[in-house]
């Protein structure tokens, strides 16, 4: 088949090189436009558009999928469309343009989790198994029927950029075998079942930790928002970067305290404790939490709260 791939970050990658290397032809990449990166704010090709000029692909750069998009993607003549964490919406008269429609792989267990940020979500709400699921793409937000999936168990301590790079590397064997089984005739979707849920795309304020919450709750935050957008908790009107945490034993601190314990550092939480091992204060550089601890001029900080919580 003729296929033209639609993807941006880094996650997108696998699926991309898998569906390079298979026997059907890549005609095009669509991906978002360069984004500026860093302090200096350089223009930078997303992963995605750096993986297709390795390879020599034709390229399409466009944050919205309007008409010109349209158009240049239609000029290919693509059987299939395969849509693996795009960062926009494909609607008609694209969504036509292939004459077998696009497929996207998401990574979750549809109904659950529909939206963009289906990993995150899925650590804070604290699930233990997850999963990925390649889907005929419908006008409707990720409610197509359903070609295959994977089920994942997330394994303890684990953020949700390390599964996430889990996922897009198993979830890239899927894709191709739902891409031949579709080549083949032997494809079949079926309808989602059961009670759809909401990832939106994460903000900076996500990236909050409750203290008030249990010690648990507050691990499955960070580690929901770890890379991105980044766990945090504010201090002294200014926001302390939580880089590494694990669950801390069980010492009498209450929400939002720090303690020195036995070379850990400890915030107190709802129920129980939490040790920090790394840290990035606020207009410095990550730092091993013991060291930032014995650079504080102050005996027992703690933390504010959310203004939604004081």
């Not at 309808?191 to 008030?212: H, I, N, R, S, Y």
């Amino acid at each position: 088949m003729r296929i033209v791939f639609a993807g941006t970050p880094e996650p997108a990658v696998p699926s991309l090189t898998a569906v390079a290397a298979s026997t059907h032809d890549l005609v095009g990449v669509v991906t978002r436009t360069d984004a500026p990166l860093g302090r200096k704010r350089v223009l930078t090709p997303s992963p995605v558009a750096r993986a297709a000029v390795e390879r020599g692909l034709p390229i399409v750069k466009a944050d919205r999928l309007d008409q010109a998009a349209t158009e240049a993607i239609a000029a290919w003549a693509p059987d299939l469309g395969v849509i693996v964490a795009y960062g926009g919406l494909v609607r008609e008269p694209l969504l036509s343009v292939p004459r077998l429609g696009w497929i996207n792989l998401h990574f979750s267990l549809l109904p659950r989790w529909r939206g963009a940020a289906p990993v995150q979500h899925a650590l804070i709400a604290g699930d233990r198994v997850t999963g990925a699921s390649v889907f005929q793409l419908v006008p409707a937000l990720d409610a197509g029927d359903v070609f295959g999936e994977l089920r994942y168990s997330v394994p303890r301590g684990a953020t949700a950029g390390e599964v996430l790079a889990d996922l897009a590397g198993a979830g890239a064997t899927l894709l191709t075998d739902v891409v031949d089984a579709i080549a083949a005739g032997t494809a079949v979707a079926t309808p989602q079942q059961g009670e759809a849920t909401l990832a939106p795309k994460l903000t900076l304020a996500d990236g909050a930790l409750d203290v008030t919450a249990s010690a648990d709750a507050v691990l499955d935050r960070f580690r929901g928002t770890t890379p991105e957008p980044g766990a945090h908790v504010s201090l002294g009107g200014q926001r302390l970067k939580v880089l590494g945490a694990h669950r801390g034993p069980d010492v009498p601190l209450a929400p939002g305290e720090f303690a020195l314990h036995e070379r850990l550092v400890l915030l107190g939480t709802g129920a129980g404790t939490i040790a920090l091992t790394t840290v990035q204060p606020a207009g410095r550089g990550a730092m091993n939490a013991g060291d930032w601890w014995r650079g504080l001029r102050t005996e027992t900080p703690r933390v504010d709260l959310p203004e939604a919580l004081s």
